[in-house]
């Protein structure tokens, strides 16, 4: 069984930067991709970055290509989202995932691949 725990959402002005961070429990972290994903009100969840269990490939919605930047620290069991050039439409819950597939050379875009999910943090982009 592998925790979640998503941290540093907030408020912050449209053009502004964010990082957030996804802290896991278990030992096995390090072996999983992990994946990132947003809810907005009224809308479905959906994909915005990937990683690798090495961190070699990562993964971008087109929405968030070359603004964000997904990073893991393996050592710590921890992701990053870095989330630069933000805007109104980048508002949503944010919710780290794991996918327990095993040193997978590929990460997926679906959510219905990740089967560990934390409880989300909200960020807000006011324009």
């Known amino acids: 069984q592998v925790q979640l725990v998503e941290s540093g959402g907030g408020l912050v002005q449209a053009g502004g930067s964010l990082r957030l961070s996804c802290a896991a429990s278990?030992?096995?972290?390090?072996?999983?991709?992990m994946g990132w994903f947003r809810q907005a009100p009224g809308k479905e969840r959906e994909f915005v970055a990937a990683?690798?269990?090495?961190?070699?490939?990562?993964y971008y919605a087109d929405s968030v290509k070359g603004r964000f930047t997904i990073s893991r620290d393996n050592a710590k069991n921890t992701v990053f989202l870095q989330m630069n050039s933000l805007k109104p439409e980048d508002t949503a819950v944010y919710y780290c995932?794991?996918?327990?597939?095993?040193?997978?050379?590929?990460?997926?875009?679906?959510?219905?691949?990740?089967?560990?999910w934390g409880q989300g943090t909200r960020v807000t982009v006011s324009s």
């Open positions: 995932a794991a996918d327990n597939t095993w040193y997978s050379s590929r990460a997926s875009t679906r959510a219905s691949d990740y089967d560990y």
């Open positions: 278990g030992r096995t972290f390090s072996s999983y991709a």
């Open positions: 990683i690798i269990w090495s961190g070699r490939s990562t």
